[in-house]
């Protein structure tokens, strides 16, 4: 660290040092205009090399990662001692720097995982800006309230489901819901752009709600264009989708037509209730056995022929077997 005396000092240095050179050497005078001229002096070098060290020294993270285990019991409070014990393991990572502090937790590839562990909660929830819990069962998000300072939330491959609620997280910004059992594309963006007012980035592949062509072959391009004019539609906030950038075209055609871009199901209709009568419930009309298999359909003009018993061939057989 140079004091601004030692700077003055070996500026004047220079200047003797080039006054006394040039009066020795002539032609060392068109060096020194030269060094002046690109590189503003020797002081400005030397400036700038311990202003770079000290952002070199400013920028250094540390990272901490260690594993824990974890030992979560089924069933109610009071059968915890003779309960089904699961040793489960997380990893967490701590990754700090002179401004900022980002603490990352993942819980993955427990299948007997149907919930967010309250212990998590506990003593990560208030910690943790990313969460992983892929590839568990999870069947609904009761407790991520806990996380209440999370920006990235991981959840493909579980088993969440039209009814999960998702609790209000202002600071997330990213949310992975790939391989789950989402269908109603409207109500889940609902619940998104309420509880997540902050998101950007979203990504939905290989739910029903989504019309991906690697896995509905019924779907293609136009589908999913349609689909991601809606969901842009109904979360102006994002800046990706389905890991695609929104585009300004996208964008401006949302707006433009992205509420008509909604997929209406027919609601299923209510059944039917038959009142009894008194001979029993109603019934059809009977049906004609011998007729089955004959009707013919006809366009225009129709010709009918009776071929009765009662026709003028049939005079002269007696019995009934017409």
Not at 95 to 118: A, F, M
Not at 175 to 181: G, H, K, S
Not at 233 to 245: E, G, N
Request: positive net charge.
């Amino acid at each position: 660290m140079f004091s601004n005396r030692v700077y003055t000092a070996i500026n004047i240095g220079i200047v003797v040092l080039s006054f006394v050179e040039s009066y020795v050497f002539p032609l060392a005078i068109v060096k020194w205009m030269i060094v002046i001229t690109k590189y503003g002096g020797l002081l400005t070098i030397l400036k700038e090399y311990t202003q770079t060290f000290k952002d070199a020294e400013s920028t250094t993270k540390t990272q901490y990662k260690y594993s824990l285990k974890l030992m979560t019991t089924t069933g109610t409070r009071a059968s915890c001692e003779n309960g089904k014990k699961n040793l489960s393991h997380m990893s967490v990572v701590c990754i700090s720097d002179k401004d900022h502090q980002r603490t990352q937790l993942s819980y993955c590839g427990q299948e007997d995982c149907k919930r967010i562990p309250v212990a998590l909660g506990k003593m990560y929830g208030a910690k943790v800006h990313y969460l992983d819990l892929s590839y568990n069962s999870i069947e609904t998000l009761r407790d991520l309230d806990q996380f209440c300072g999370l920006e990235e939330l991981i959840l493909d491959n579980n088993k969440l489901g039209d009814h999960a609620a998702f609790p209000p997280l202002p600071r997330l910004r990213t949310l992975a819901l790939n391989n789950n059992q989402i269908e109603d594309l409207e109500g889940l963006l609902d619940k998104i752009r309420a509880s997540f007012p902050a998101l950007t980035y979203l990504s939905l592949l290989s739910n029903k709600a989504c019309p991906d062509q690697l896995s509905d072959l019924d779907k293609d391009e136009s589908d999913y264009q349609r689909y991601r004019y809606f969901v842009i539609y109904k979360v102006p906030t994002l800046q990706f989708l389905d890991s695609r950038r929104i585009t300004h075209q996208e964008r401006s055609e949302a707006l433009k037509r992205g509420e008509f871009t909604r997929v209406r199901r027919p609601e299923a209709a209510p059944p039917v209730s038959v009142a009894p009568t008194a001979a029993g419930t109603l019934r059809p009309l009977p049906v004609d056995l011998a007729a089955l298999g004959k009707h013919k359909g006809a366009y225009g003009k129709c010709h009918y022929k009776y071929t009765g018993k009662h026709s003028e061939g049939n005079r002269f057989i007696v019995n009934s077997d017409l």
